[in-house]
């Protein structure tokens, strides 16, 4: 697909304009997890971070990690739930059922009570992982055509199930590498929203690109007519 609106049904205004713009995205997201390079936008699944660097120097969970060749896998199946715009505001609500994060890691630390360290192979599973994305929009000429621009998106993320697993801990001792696995999939939660900023960061900078390619190659009157 040369042209990226060309699976993309204009939504007017209208009492049925936000499940028009709902139906919309959802039909973009095989597009978007095969990419569109021609135009700038490349593949969602899976989706790439050559690094995400999460330190916590205070609260239950004190650390630094470092998480590198990071692979996100699942967006495929991620479901639509929500769109409202209001043309300066487009807020998404979005269900991924399961994401696969696989990586490289480097920690060193303390996680509650238990002290940390070690690199190698690091995995997460998240179940049900749900994302409030807003983008905050504004309006450019581009070859004098009207075209939506995104002047800031705000994540928020939520997940109804996280499973961790670190080899080579504490220099691979497997003993102490298992006891830390067991221990912090006992109090993912707590993990997870020391986590959370960083992921978020993450996952705002990739819908920032993705947004604003798709927003500079479609003009806005092929999105939202009047």
Known sequence: MNDPSSHWTACKRGPKHNECLRNSIQKTVPDLVKGLPNVGIMAIDPLRFSKIQIEQGTG?????LTLVDLEIKGLKNMIINEVKNDWKNMMLRITAPQLNLIGQYKIDGKVLILPVHGNGDSMFDLGNLTANAVFRLSEKMIAGKRHYQVKA?????????????FDNLFDGNKQLGDHFNEFINENWKEVFEELKPALEKAVKHACESTAGQFFTKVPKNEITPP
Not at 60 to 64: A, F, L, T, Y
Not at 155 to 161: D, F, I, R
């Open 60 to 64: 239950p969970v004190s650390i630094n």
């Open 153 to 165: 998106v705000d994540v928020k993320l939520a997940t109804q199930s996280l499973h961790l697993h």
